[in-house]
């Protein structure tokens, strides 16, 4: 029986070695190693061995068992990579390739900006408040307190869509929307968006940019609250070593107005062409809202008062990053865009 047990495992062998394909496996299994294989047959017949025989027997049953077992697993392994590395071979995708690397954008330098700046005024409990960029002439101007015929409308000529309709100048008219629907609640909030002027382009000057208005209205609001909502935001925004100077100015939508320059660090304070050889950029106008502005959006100027401010964009951030054109932010270039 030892030799038959032998030349079983013989035959089992040479003819898993035969095997040339993953799919013929489970037959051979099938054959040799499964209940109903011959190996398990063949232990059938122990119970008929004397009991002398039967324990040697069995011991060599056991080993050509696991000999049949192990060799398959070896052979199954070799074929699985065999098959792999054919497919690899006649496959026009390689798989094992590494993959091509997505690249990943960020945000245009505004957007940045403007998520910081919402989130500071944010920690002084303002919110954001959207405005259209197409606007009625009669917001853009008239209820600013700028009738057709007042001088100030050369300063902020813009595009006109027709006779009554114009790209914003500014994002003061969000002002008049903001007041009539809120009213009669008192106001915090600040109206970031895109402006345009029919403007000479210039290194400090585009035709089109971004302002943040800001808008507060309550009882008993001062000149004073402006000027520490605005020298916060610029030590927040950025940094105590900023210089900020406020300027008188006229606005005919505040009464009094005032101007924020920030000391130019493009040239140290030593004049140069961004800052028109000042020292300084003028990178908002602000003020008290002009009575007749309070009274258009609804609230009476004896109750109420308010402070609204207006910020350029783009210049605190040639400041900030040193970028002596302000063409730069629109020109689609990479190489100044990836610098952020
Ligand atoms: C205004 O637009 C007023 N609406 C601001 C305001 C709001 C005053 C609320 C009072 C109360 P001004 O035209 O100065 O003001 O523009 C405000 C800021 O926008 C400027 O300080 C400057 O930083 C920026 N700015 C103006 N023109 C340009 C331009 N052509 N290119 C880039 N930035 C500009």
């Not at 008219?173 to 609640?185: K, L, S, V």
Request: with cysteine; glycine share 8%; proline share 6%.
């Amino acid at each position: 029986m030892l030799d038959q047990l032998h030349a079983l495992k013989d035959k089992g062998l040479r003819e898993l070695e035969a095997l040339r394909e993953v799919t013929q496996l489970p037959e051979w299994h099938r054959q040799y190693l499964s209940k109903k294989g011959e190996l398990t047959q063949f232990l059938k017949q122990l119970g008929q061995l004397s009991a002398e025989e039967r324990p040697a027997l069995g011991k060599a049953a056991n080993e050509v068992k696991q000999s049949l077992s192990e060799q398959f697993e070896l052979h199954q392994k070799q074929l699985q990579e065999k098959k792999l590395n054919e497919a690899l071979e006649s496959d026009e995708i390689d798989v094992t390739l590494p993959g091509r690397p997505a690249p990943r954008g960020h945000l245009h330098p505004c957007t940045q900006a403007l998520r910081r700046i919402a989130s500071v005024f944010g920690e002084m409990g303002f919110q954001v408040y959207e405005s259209p960029e197409v606007e009625t002439d009669e917001n853009n101007f008239q209820l600013l307190n700028i009738p057709s015929y007042h001088p100030a409308r050369d300063m902020w000529d813009t595009f006109w869509i027709n006779d009554e309709v114009v790209l914003r100048t500014h994002t003061s008219p969000g002002q008049i929307r903001a007041m009539r629907e809120f009213y009669p609640e008192p106001i915090r909030i600040i109206l970031p968006g895109k402006v345009y002027r029919y403007e000479q382009i210039t290194p400090r000057s585009e035709h089109q940019f971004y302002q943040i208005e800001g808008l507060a209205v309550g009882r008993n609001i001062k000149m004073t609250d402006l000027i520490g909502v605005i020298t916060e935001y610029s030590r927040k925004m950025y940094g105590m070593e900023r210089k900020v100077r406020i300027r008188g100015s006229y606005f005919p939508f505040t009464e009094p107005s005032i101007e924020v320059d920030m000391d130019c660090n493009l040239c140290d304070g030593e004049g140069c062409r961004v800052c028109k050889y000042a020292g300084w950029l003028e990178v908002a106008g602000a003020g008290m809202v002009h009575p007749v502005v309070l009274k258009n959006g609804g609230y009476d100027p004896e109750e109420w008062s308010g402070f609204a401010f207006g910020f350029g964009l783009e210049r605190p951030i040639m400041l900030q990053h040193g970028v002596e054109d302000i063409r730069y932010f629109y020109g689609n270039d990479l190489k100044f865009l990836h610098q952020f």
